[in-house]
Structures are given as structure tokens and as C-alpha cells.
């Protein structure tokens, strides 16, 4: 190897060095009020193997990181990833955020995070087959981005979620698609009054994991506890701009117990990822 | 300039000059692990750690094993090569430069402008895939010494291959079916 490529090479492992060195630290305890445990959540993350980037144990990490204290690994049609969330340490008591395995459900009729199961749900049944389904594993059903190109679904369909994405940052790009999302959940509301609202990600490959989130307002640290909060509906979903959705009473209760949004890589992080970046281009382009 | 660039930017005039390498299967698969690890690390956490650069370059070893395994079939398709079949394999892997440079292109993109630049990184993987058609065409007539449309048929076969890979693993992992009859709907 030639001088300038080891040079390249020592870049890429100094920076890879540094990057550890400058990691973000553990994520904080939920905040409590009303009885409550206030959980930070993003119910629609996608993993590796799937068409997402990380495995659920990387997810895991990155979800301290950004402080999220549940994350709901969903890809589609497949629970293949979820197996992976056995080696994952998870529980919030222990200050690990907990990691539920999922499906997103991927019909021509609509997409659905079915939160809280371990065995696929076939996409070829019928709504109320579905949800049965789901059911009969102990999960809840959310009904993921429902918009019209997505999003086919009856008033039974949304009669029967558990929850609703209300926030999503497919509404970065279109402000159409706001106006969509707002319809789809004051419909879901009309015919389902006590749908949870829910924040998303849907997290593939592009950070921030929790760019979307929901505040999950639990009577326990734990799967069962997150669920039962979604069957109830006590959750906020917050949009980017910082708009809740959700009842009062909850917003009330979250002004003084907001958890944190977790750290945003640092400039020793950046710097890193330049070393490497760099160094990778001079062993591909350098003799 | 790496002989890599070289034949990025002139294949024919490289793939006629360049004999041989020196062993270079265990570094493209090294290379192109750590690539899509850092990349991906950077693109989806902004960050880039030993923990997580480790554990992404293993998940998506499999990626440059592939780009082994359809370059040995090519290599192998072509008996009256003028290498011997490793060095040949070798020297197809050493046109991984277009690829290499959207990947850190891409992931800088999504990394500082995310989803509003999504599109257009991927719009812009049309660059990589033109040159990489432009290599593995000079590659064929240099390297295995195939002429006209035999040259040209090895060349579409190789990238039909490879992309029916990619096309196998986009449907495992987003579910085109359903999708396509959504919108067939």
C-alpha cells in the first residue's frame, strides 16, 4: 500500500476513533406527572435486514441517543428483524429504551403498524381479519401515514385503530399533505373518539431517528405499559413545528414534564465523520 | 491518481494498459464494507462510531460479496481472457469508483439535507450507473477480449445480474406486490 493510501487508511480509523470518543451520552429517566410516566416514543422505525439501516440493537442505541424511550421496529410485511430485538437490552427501568417488535402491515388498501407482535400478520385478509390478528397476539393497531396514496382504508378500518400517525415528515415536502393528515385524523376521531394520536418517523435510513415523536403518557415502564397507554388513547403526537395532537388534559400535564430530545451529534462528531469521509475518498482516488 | 479513478475516467485506454494487480479481492471487500458502513452510519445517526461502523459493514458485507460473485461469472463466461480469472475479477472490482463516490455523495446529502434531498441523491445514482455500464463494457473487450455484440451482450448481462440482486432484495424488503397492486387499484 502507498504512502498517501495508509495516510487515507489511518484517516478513516482516526475518525471511526474520535466518532466513539465523542458518542453521546445515556438517555434520561421518563419524567412523571399526573401518575403518569411521560415516554418519548417513535412508533414506526424501520431495520435491518429490511429497508432500514440499523439493526434493532443499533436502533436501540440511537434511540438513548435522541432521547427516545420507545421505538416500535415495524417493517413490512416481515417480523424478521424483530428476532434480532432478543439481544437487544431493553426495559426503560435500567435506563435502555424498550424496543417492540412490529409489522407494518403493507396492503393495497393501507399500511398499519401492528405494535407489539412476534408473528406476521398475512396482508391478503380482510380488515376486521386483521385486526383480529393483531389482536390475538396482544398488539395494537396504528394506522401508519394515512394518506390518500396510501391510505384506502373504510370508516370501519379506522373505527377499529388503536392509534393514528398524525405527524409524519412526509409533511416536510407538500403542504397538501398536512391538510390530508389533519382530514384523515378528525374523520378517525369522528368515527373512533378515543384513537391515539401518534407521532412517526418512519425511519428507513435518513436521521433523525424520532424526527416525528409521541409522548406516551404509561402507567408502567414497559411493553404492556406503553400498549395499554395506546388502547387508551393517552398520548400526544408532536409535528415538527412543535404542534401537539391530543387531549388537553394531557397537554396540561406535559408542559412540566417534557423529556428531553435527547443530543444532537457534536462538532467533535461532525469533525469525525469528515476524517472518515475523507480518508475513504483518498484510498478510492489516490495512488 | 489511483488506477481505480484511471479507469473511471478512461476504461478502455486503463483496462488495455493495466496487466494485473496486486491481490485485490480481500481489500474491495474490506473497502466497500467500511464504505457502506460509514456511509450509513453517517446518513442515519450523523455520527460514526467503532460499534456502529462494525456492526453496519458486516450487516451489508453481503453486498461486495455479490459484486465478487457476478464478477467471477462474467470472468468466467470469457475463456480466451488475457489474465488469469483472479486477476481478471480484480480488475472489474477496480471500477467500484462511480458507485464509491455517489455512496459518499449520497450519504453527505441525506446526511445535511435529509428527506427534502432524498430524491435527488437517488436521481443522481444515473451517473454511477452509466460509467459503471462504460467499464464493464471496456472491461469485456479489453480484459476478456470479447468484440461487438458478443462484448455488448456480456456487458447488459453482467449488469442484469447484479441489478436482478438488487431488485430481489428491494422486494424482500419493502413488499412491491401489494404496492403495485395499490396502485394498479
Known sequence: ?287 | MSDELRIALRPRASYARLEGSPPYIPFYILFVSVLIGVCAAWSATGRVTVGLVASLSLSWAFVPLLHVSTAALLVASAPARRVSASRAVSLLLMGHVPWSTWLLVASTMTATGGYALYREALLLAIVPMVLTLRIVHAFVVEVLQAEGRGAIWRTLAHQAVTWAFAAIYIDRAVRLLPRLLGALS
Do not use: C
Open chain 1, 1 to 287: 500500500m502507498t504512502r498517501l493510501r495508509l495516510i487515507s487508511a489511518a484517516l478513516v480509523v482516526a475518525g471511526v476513533t474520535l466518532g466513539s470518543w465523542a458518542d453521546a451520552g445515556d438517555l434520561a429517566p421518563p419524567p412523571r406527572a399526573g401518575g403518569y410516566y411521560v415516554l418519548a416514543g417513535d412508533f414506526h422505525v424501520h431495520a435491518f435486514p429490511g429497508d432500514g439501516a440499523l439493526l434493532p440493537s443499533q436502533l436501540a442505541r440511537e434511540a438513548s441517543r435522541r432521547g427516545l424511550h420507545v421505538i416500535v421496529v415495524s417493517n413490512h410485511n416481515q417480523t424478521l428483524a424483530t428476532r434480532f430485538i432478543d439481544v437487544v437490552r431493553s426495559g426503560g427501568e435500567d435506563g435502555e429504551p424498550i424496543v417492540i417488535p412490529a409489522q407494518e402491515i403493507t396492503s393495497p388498501l393501507f399500511h398499519l403498524v401492528a405494535a407489539g407482535i412476534r408473528r406476521t400478520v398475512d396482508w391478503r385478509l380482510s380488515e376486521e381479519e386483521m385486526a383480529r390478528a393483531v389482536r390475538a397476539q396482544g398488539g395494537v393497531i396504528i394506522g401508519a401515514h394515512p394518506v390518500e396514496k396510501s391510505w384506502r382504508g373504510s370508516d370501519a378500518m379506522l373505527a377499529a385503530l388503536d392509534g393514528i400517525e398524525v405527524a409524519h415528515p412526509m409533511t416536510d415536502a407538500r403542504d397538501a399533505t398536512r391538510a390530508e393528515l389533519d382530514a384523515r385524523y378528525a374523520r378517525a376521531r369522528a368515527v373512533n373518539p378515543g384513537v391515539a394520536p401518534i407521532g412517526s418517523s418512519d425511519f428507513h435510513m435518513v436521521a433523525p431517528l424520532g424526527a416525528r415523536r409521541t409522548f406516551v403518557f404509561a402507567e408502567s415502564v414497559s411493553v404492556d405499559g406503553v400498549l395499554d397507554a395506546i388502547r387508551a388513547g393517552r398520548t400526544l403526537a408532536e409535528n415538527g413545528d412543535g404542534t401537539l395532537y391530543g387531549r388537553d388534559d394531557l397537554k396540561a400535564l406535559l408542559v412540566n414534564a417534557r423529556p428531553s430530545r435527547g443530543e444532537t451529534p457534536s462538532p467533535f462528531a461532525r469533525f469525525a465523520v469528515v476524517m472518515s469521509l475523507v480518508g475513504l475518498l483518498g484510498l478510492a482516488v489516490l495512488r
